[in-house]
């Protein structure tokens, strides 16, 4: 079993090889967006190639955010698959609603990168009923299920109510016809897209692997519940981010190995220095290794100022810290 955490610039991308069997989750930006500039980018279909993949068993899209989903048309193009599985598919199309967007884009970062994940998201649906490959709206599961013999998965995020709630509201601002309310809708309903990711722990053997999406809240109601599984390695939620290692999460998986994907420029402010030297400091302090990694090569290496994790990248400068401590609660 191989399991990569591919470097797509800033976003995710995470392939799991098993024999035959493939699994993908997340595709990381566009083919063509500039983070495949930044050096020891890889797309991820090239990657797929690379390895000799001749298709795949399930293709996850966490949640409809650009950086997740885009470049996963271009492999749903160029692969077949068998299942793909994702956090909210709404059935209403977007172009009356990229349409709006559009003009404001040029000035507001967070509308355009939310516009073009819309763009990219009307090509993998026409791809992916074209091609005839199933999709299931995927809800949190309370066990594992295989996906082939030997590696199995169990599923964290919305519930159905949640999702269909969800899907409704993606679905109402696509049909709206005031311009200034459609983008109104769509800014709102792309705040909280994070909180509506999915997650899943998979499962090989004894080994365990909690691969959170953008995740980031919610994690102390699920860590309480006294099934919840522990794991090897903890992908650190929304690229490593201020909000990015909720402490009940590290707890409840005592990890040996943490992980962050985020890109060379550390785009909006990812790979966070504090969050670094959390990751660190809880495995030293259980006489582990430091094995805190990124997927991007970082053009500012991880380090401490006057002795204290400087988190330059996240806080203002002013003591104490404004980072949450590896020990405090989640909030």
């Not at 799991?16 to 989750?25: F, K, P, Q, S």
């Not at 909280?192 to 692997?209: F, I, K, P, Q």
Request: charged fraction near 25%; charge should be negative; aromatic fraction near 8%.
């Amino acid at each position: 079993m191989e399991l990569y955490f591919l470097s797509v610039g800033y976003g995710e991308a995470i392939v799991l090889i098993d024999g035959a069997h493939c699994l993908v989750m997340d595709g990381g930006p566009g083919s063509e967006d500039e983070a495949y500039d930044q050096p020891g980018t890889i797309r991820l279909a090239d990657f797929l190639h690379q390895k000799g993949v001749q298709k795949i068993d399930c293709m996850i899209c966490t949640h409809l955010h650009n950086d997740h989903l885009s470049g996963l048309v271009e492999t749903a193009a160029q692969f077949p698959i068998d299942a793909f599985w994702v956090n909210c598919w709404p059935q209403t199309g977007a172009e009356r609603a990229i349409a709006a967007a559009l003009p404001e884009c040029p000035d507001d970062l967070s509308l355009r990168l939310f516009t073009t994940g819309l763009q990219h998201w009307e090509r993998l649906r026409e791809i992916l009923s074209a091609r005839g490959i199933p999709v299931r709206e995927r809800a949190a599961t309370d066990h594992y299920e295989p996906l082939w013999p030997g590696c199995s998965i169990r599923l964290f995020g919305m519930d159905e109510t949640q999702i269909a709630s969800r899907r409704a509201e993606f679905e109402a601002f696509c049909r709206m016809e005031d311009p200034a309310a459609q983008r109104d809708a769509m800014r709102a309903f792309d705040k909280v897209e994070n909180t509506c990711s999915l997650a899943c722990s998979l499962a090989y053997g004894d080994w365990r692997a909690m691969l959170t999406g953008d995740l980031c809240s919610g994690w102390d109601a699920r860590c309480a519940a006294p099934d919840f599984p522990r794991a090897q390695v903890l992908k650190l939620t929304h690229h490593g981010q201020r909000d990015g290692m909720p402490q009940s999460l590290v707890e409840a998986c005592d990890p040996q190995v943490f992980l962050m994907c985020a890109d060379e420029a550390r785009t909006f402010r990812s790979a966070c220095d504090e969050v670094q030297a959390r990751a660190e400091q809880y495995l030293t302090e259980r006489g582990r290794p430091a094995q805190v990694y990124t997927t991007g090569r970082l053009s500012q290496p991880f380090g401490l100022q006057n002795g204290k994790p400087p988190c330059a990248l996240c806080c203002v400068a002013q003591e104490p810290t404004q980072c949450i401590p590896y020990y405090a609660k989640e909030v």
